[in-house]
């Protein structure tokens, strides 16, 4: 019998909450820095979603990753400021509850010319939390560093309240296979 995508999906999300949840009780919750950041622009495509239509497996996250490879989104942006590919979370209808838009791009050094179908989104200057993700495979570190990110918010553990004005997630060089994946989430605090 062949399973689904939305199986494999909802069974990989059960898999990464019972790895937070073993994580938080045996002490292996990340730990976090807070630190202060500039602001900064990134261009990308972007889509408004919510964590309970992802986690349902009904999300934009996996197809935005889709259109992002398939149409070479990356090479599309010019002034890029460095090579790493960045997630930018914003617009934030409430908390981690209420919609949001997810934008996948380039950190630019200038927003001369923003290309079509695509969309500029300043990253607020100010101060965030760092969290260094394990290293595994891409959906599955992130889903499980950002439980961890609720059960730290839960605890009052972030360094201050979570701002929910704009978080980003930075896939650097060691993001390059996505099998063996390490990635830095900056949550704002205030």
């Given at each position: 019998m062949e399973k689904s995508s939305k199986q494999v999906c909802a069974r990989g999300v059960v898999l990464a909450i019972l790895v937070a949840f073993t994580s938080l009780l045996w002490g292996g919750m990340t730990q976090t820095k807070t630190i202060d950041q500039k602001g900064f622009t990134v261009i990308g495509i972007s889509a408004r979603t919510n964590n309970a239509q992802e986690a349902a497996g009904n999300g934009v996250i996996a197809k935005q990753w889709e259109e992002f490879y398939k149409e070479g989104i990356l090479d599309k942006i010019p002034n890029k400021a460095d090579p790493a590919t960045y997630v930018v979370y914003s617009d934030y209808a409430s908390d981690r509850n209420g919609d949001y838009n997810y934008l996948i791009g380039a950190k630019v050094s200038a927003v001369s010319t923003v290309p079509p179908d695509m969309l500029a989104?300043?990253?607020?200057?100010?101060?965030?939390?760092?969290?260094?993700?394990?290293?595994?495979?891409?959906?599955?570190?992130?889903?499980?560093?950002?439980?961890?990110?609720?059960?730290?918010?839960?605890?009052?553990?972030?360094?201050?309240?979570?701002?929910?004005?704009?978080?980003?997630?930075?896939?650097?060089?060691r993001a390059q296979n996505p099998q063996d994946s390490q990635i830095d989430i900056y949550v704002g605090v205030r």
């Open positions: 989104k300043t990253v607020s200057p100010g101060k965030y939390a760092a969290i260094t993700s394990k290293r595994g495979p891409i959906p599955e570190v992130i889903v499980e560093a950002w439980q961890q990110i609720w059960g730290l918010e839960d605890q009052a553990q972030l360094g201050g309240k979570r701002a929910y004005n704009t978080d980003f997630e930075v896939y650097d060089q």
